[in-house]
């Protein structure tokens, strides 16, 4: 008789958690943004205002590539108690529109981000990138390392030419991710063209990132400036899409950074095994707190 077991975590594709009702928001909606670009973002959880009258940092997460920050939902009503929480959607992501520019870069979608701070007059945040979101996050981090106050960095590659896209192409796990997230895309985007929209992206990712330690001189060293970001570097046992040593490059990158490994899930661990990452989450947060102010 054969024997069957439970699934695995790590090969399980969730359903999409959703956003919380919009009506719940304190704002959400396209902005126009320096860059010439519409971005959707949505404001929930502790209200903005408390948050920068506190000199305090919201928490701003980045989604994947060709996802939207509905996969974000989880953590949204984990920690909206607690915190601000931005969510936007990356240029032809979700509820944003690609724009006129269908050239990308990752600097053009760092300068984004910077709009999108700028626009809430929010001087630090703490940035929680995931895949493409975290390539964006790492970007941002070393052109204005001044405006992050943490970055958790979950997943991402440092060097295109250091992958091996056919290889991560004929997993069953990406295949299934593609085919949701176009059905998904056409669902929230459906007049605008998702093979332009794939195309401008792929073009990037055939280029960029190709970043060394180099990329990062100027970002400040914990314990060596009181400004410095406290900087994590997060992947997970079972993620076979992004090769472990982009995670140790990053790590190597910026000094006194912190590195972890989180077990028994893989690349999409925020929806795979959420009540974990949540609580690895609450202690990135936590890192640096006094014991005293914990307890």
């Keep these: 008789m054969a024997m069957t077991g ?46 920068l009258d506190a000199q305090k940092a919201p ?38 529109p690609l724009g006129p520019d269908a050239k990308l870069t990752y600097d053009k979608l760092t300068e984004d981000l910077l709009g999108l701070l700028n626009h809430h007059s929010i001087p630090k945040a703490t940035l929680i990138g995931w895949s493409e979101g975290c390539v964006v ?22 060097d295109y030419r250091k992958t091996d896209g056919e290889r991560v192409a004929q997993i069953q796990g990406v295949k299934d991710y593609f085919a949701r997230m176009e059905q998904e895309w056409q669902v929230l985007n459906p007049a605008a063209d998702y093979g332009k929209f794939i195309g401008s992206y792929v073009d990037m990712w055939m280029r960029e990132p190709s970043w060394s330690a180099e990329t990062f001189h100027n970002v400040p060293v914990r314990g060596e400036h009181s400004a410095a970001p406290i900087v994590w570097v997060v992947t997970a046992d079972h993620d076979d ?16 950074s912190s590195f ?26 936590e890192d640096g707190t006094p014991t005293k102010a914990r307890l």
């Design 6 to 51: 439970k699934p695995l975590p790590w090969d399980s594709f969730p359903e999409c958690p959703g956003l919380p009702d919009l009506s719940t928001a304190q704002t959400h909606g396209l902005l126009d943004l320096p860059s010439g670009v519409q971005m959707w973002h949505a404001v929930f959880g502790i209200p903005l205002k408390t948050t």
């Design 59 to 96: 928490l701003i997460f980045l989604h994947g590539g060709v996802s939207h920050s509905g996969y974000h939902g989880h953590q949204i009503r984990h920690f909206a108690s607690k915190y601000t929480i931005i969510v936007y959607d990356l240029r032809g992501h979700g509820r944003s």
């Design 137 to 158: 996050s790492w970007s941002f981090l070393s052109q204005h390392p001044d405006r992050v106050e943490r970055a958790f960095h979950y997943s991402a590659i440092d």
């Design 241 to 256: 899409w992004i090769p472990p040593d982009h995670h140790r490059r990053f790590h190597s990158y910026i000094r006194n």
């Design 260 to 285: 972890l490994e989180m077990p028994g899930t893989g690349h999409m661990a925020f929806v795979q095994t959420p009540y974990m990452y949540n609580k690895v989450l609450e202690a990135f947060l």
